[in-house]
């Protein structure tokens, strides 16, 4: 027989440190206040929670134990390369506290909320170790263009094992 080689590369999982995954796409408001209500199948997981400046104009809402995880390897990141300080500093700088109230619901910060763009209709997508909190005119923009490229998206990722 011949020798076949699998020339894929393996891409280990990440550790995570919550009891459930976050998936799915929820719709909710932002009041005046600035106050979001957290979906109620994730509440539990999110008492204590980082939200931060995130990529395509959204933010990342993660539990406490998993930002605790994934602030120090941004903190190691190497000050000597320009996109790595750049990285670190959207990232790190960008970051706050937040804890689901009585209500459900956790306070953005103004500097975020112009930040990704939020009005008062909001889309909240489960990303399996965090949530995005998206403006739902960027989502549903953001959504459309990917979709018409999935075919792309997929045989890229093909290429790492996915």
Not at 25 to 35: A, E, F, T, V
Not at 96 to 119: C, H, N, S, T, W
Request: hydrophobic letters at 40%; glycine letters at 6%.
């Amino acid at each position: 027989m011949g020798n076949y080689q699998n020339t894929k590369k393996h891409v280990s999982p990440p550790i995570f440190n919550f009891a459930k995954m976050f998936i799915g796409q929820y719709s909710h408001n932002i009041d005046l206040k600035g106050r979001l209500a957290v979906p109620a199948k994730f509440r539990s997981d999110l008492k204590k929670a980082v939200v931060t400046k995130g990529l395509d104009s959204c933010l990342f809402l993660y539990p406490k134990k998993e930002w605790d995880v994934l602030a120090p390897k941004l903190a190691a990141l190497s000050i000597a390369k320009l996109n790595t300080r750049a990285f670190a500093r959207h990232m790190l700088a960008g970051a706050m506290d937040v804890e689901v109230d009585g209500q459900g619901r956790i306070v953005l910060p103004e500097y975020l909320r112009k930040f990704a763009g939020l009005k008062k209709n909001t889309v909240i997508a489960g990303l399996y170790d965090r949530l995005e909190i998206w403006d739902e005119d960027k989502w549903n923009k953001y959504k459309t263009e990917t979709e018409k490229n999935s075919g792309e998206i997929a045989e890229a990722l093909d290429n790492i094992g996915v």
